[in-house]
């Protein structure tokens, strides 16, 4: 087992161990499967970290901001950056919010890269309360797994003996 992230040295999808692996979650590794080996500190850890760097994000923004004061643009530029700022963070919150629940089309996020960049704060926050429920994409991986394990015991449940002994009809 690896120290650092609480994840089996056995990579995700390995048949080692009988049955399928669990995906393994940035900053979570495996702990999300049972809860354990630290996963609540992890949660604090992560909802601490996501909103520190959001509060850092945003005194970046306010420099920015003094920056455009000082070089006195005029409140048309001003109120044009303000904006497209604050839309593409709540473009970036709803986005990173909606894939923690569901896989996103690829297409779909090359064509936002752009806008996701500009909204950091949004998808910084938008990790931050959702770990206030779970680990960020958590749901989705359960689910999965659990899909995986299901399936997995219904396929070792049809096997009965050894199949080289099958009698063969005539």
């Known amino acids: 087992m690896s120290d650092d992230s609480g994840t089996q040295d056995i990579p995700a999808g390995s048949p080692e161990g009988g049955g399928p692996r669990p995906d393994p979650i940035r900053f979570f590794g495996t702990t999300w499967v049972n809860h354990d080996n630290g996963y609540a500190l992890r949660r604090v850890g992560a909802a601490a970290g996501s909103l ?77 309360f959702r770990t206030f429920m779970e680990a960020p994409g958590e749901g989705l991986r359960r689910k999965e797994y659990e899909t995986a394990l299901k399936l997995h015991e219904k396929r070792g449940a049809r096997r009965t003996g050894n199949p080289s002994r099958k009698k063969r009809r005539r």
């Open 52 to 128: 520190a760097a959001a509060v850092a994000s945003c005194l970046i923004l306010r420099f920015a901001y003094e920056g455009l004061q000082i070089a006195d643009t005029g409140s048309f530029v001003t109120v044009l950056v303000v904006a497209m700022f604050a839309i593409c963070s709540a473009l970036a919150f709803r986005n990173t919010w909606d894939g923690f629940g569901k896989h996103p089309d690829p297409d779909r996020q090359a064509s936002l890269r752009g806008l996701l960049a500009i909204g950091f704060v949004g998808s910084l926050l938008a990790y931050f």
